[in-house]
């Protein structure tokens, strides 16, 4: 309340090069936008993907409007993403898509620490057969190495299907 007496706003915060850490450390999230901080200003501080778990769900997307595009100013990298601990409807309401995920890394070991279950990644994003290809996930080794169950990846991932007669090849493991 001093330094808003005092007529210091976020602005001045980032003339002055203040670094978001700092301003983090010193005041609680509640405190940071009833100053007027906004999510632009925040990224101009230099905010790290750590400090977003700071604040609470209903606060970065009533009153800081996040979204998948200003998440992505960030530069996270899947790693990072993932230690936000969003769900994958979280993650959805975001607006972040499969083809999305995929640039940034996601494959069946990298998606992993998100803790969503197969049928939640079907559900939200709906890859198609060679998008979870692409992702390794029709790769045994690569999907129990990464701790997938072998059983949810037989019930959930779609059968792959040839040109042939009819034939449908499910999986195989």
């Not at 083809?99 to 990298?110: D, K, Q, S, W, Y």
């Not at 197969?118 to 709906?126: A, R």
Request: glycine share 4%.
């Amino acid at each position: 309340k001093t330094m808003k007496m005092l007529g210091f706003t976020p602005a001045d915060a980032i003339q002055d090069r203040v670094r978001w850490k700092r301003v983090q450390y010193n005041y609680t999230p509640a405190e940071l936008i009833d100053f007027g901080f906004r999510w632009e200003d925040m990224v101009a501080l230099g905010i790290e993907p750590q400090h977003v778990n700071a604040f609470s769900w209903n606060v970065l997307k009533n009153e800081l409007k996040l979204n998948a595009a200003k998440l992505m100013q960030l530069n996270m990298s899947i790693s990072e993403l993932s230690t936000l601990n969003f769900s994958c409807a979280q993650f959805h309401e975001l607006g972040f898509n499969w083809p999305l995920l995929t640039r940034l890394g996601a494959n069946v070991e990298t998606i992993r620490p998100f803790k969503w279950s197969l049928q939640d990644i079907k559900t939200y994003w709906s890859p198609s057969i060679s998008q979870w290809i692409q992702a390794g996930f029709y790769d045994r080794k690569r999907l129990v190495a990464a701790g997938w169950p072998v059983e949810d990846a037989r019930m959930v991932l779609p059968a792959l299907t040839q040109r042939n007669p009819g034939r449908s090849i499910r999986l195989n493991f």
